[in-house]
């Protein structure tokens, strides 16, 4: 970056406030809130109307909300004041024998317009929106279907673990171990024979 170039970085920087983000081929790329600021330098030892007002017009052809072309105190007599303000171009003046003092703006430039949207332009985003919109509903709508599913199933699953595990619970419940078994009477129990037979001798 030439001695110009750096004297018009520093005074769109530190006295203007906006935040340099760098450069493409002659135009410098500046930034003031959320506003993109073009400055085309065009630095000469000799200058062509032509060559100037072509700077101009890549100038127009960017994608800046505001836009400036920095010339040398040398491209005055070529500029029409009247031609910039229409089109809304700021015009800078560098004088590098000045030092940093040698910067200064003879026309600030316009904010362009925001381009408007007409209901042509908005009918086919609008189209494209939707769609978009529908295809994400039916991707949430599986994901959601497939959770749902896994989760009824994981359910299914533990009842069937519960109830194919309560048959062996109520069955171990259900048989106690058998109680002893006692005569059918009393006349048949062993010990009341033994005394019987006694009693007889």
């Known amino acids: 970056m030439d001695f110009a170039k750096l004297l018009v970085a520093r005074f769109f920087s530190e006295t ?3 935040r340099y983000v760098g450069d493409s081929g002659s135009v410098m790329w500046f930034e003031e809130g959320l506003n993109r600021v073009a400055v085309a330098a065009y630095f000469a030892e000799v200058y062509e109307e032509a060559e100037l007002y072509k700077r101009v017009g890549e100038l127009l052809a960017t994608q800046a909300a505001k836009m400036y072309l920095a010339v ?14 229409a089109h809304g171009v700021g ?15 003879k026309i600030y430039a316009k904010p362009r317009p925001a381009p408007s949207l007409s209901t042509r332009d908005i009918e086919p985003m609008k189209a ?3 769609e978009y ?9 599986a994901l959601l279907y497939e959770k749902l599913r896994r989760y009824i199933d994981e359910k299914i699953e533990e009842v ?5 595990a309560m048959p062996k619970q109520e069955a171990a419940i259900k048989s106690p171990e ?3 078994t006692t005569p059918s009477s009393v006349v048949d129990n062993e010990w009341v024979k033994i005394l019987r037979s006694r009693k007889r001798e």
């Not at 040398?72 to 303000?85: G, Q, R, S, T, V």
């Not at 919109?133 to 709508?141: A, D, G, I, P």
């Open 128 to 130: 494209t929106l939707v």
């Open 178 to 180: 058998p109680p002893p």
């Open 133 to 141: 919109l529908e295809t994400q509903l039916k991707k949430m709508e």
């Open 160 to 164: 069937r673990r519960q109830l194919s």
């Open 91 to 105: 015009l800078v003046v560098v004088d590098p024998s000045k030092g940093p003092d040698g910067v200064e703006i």
């Open 72 to 85: 040398l105190p040398e491209a005055a007599p070529f500029i029409d004041p009247k031609y910039f303000k």
């Open 16 to 18: 203007l406030g906006m």
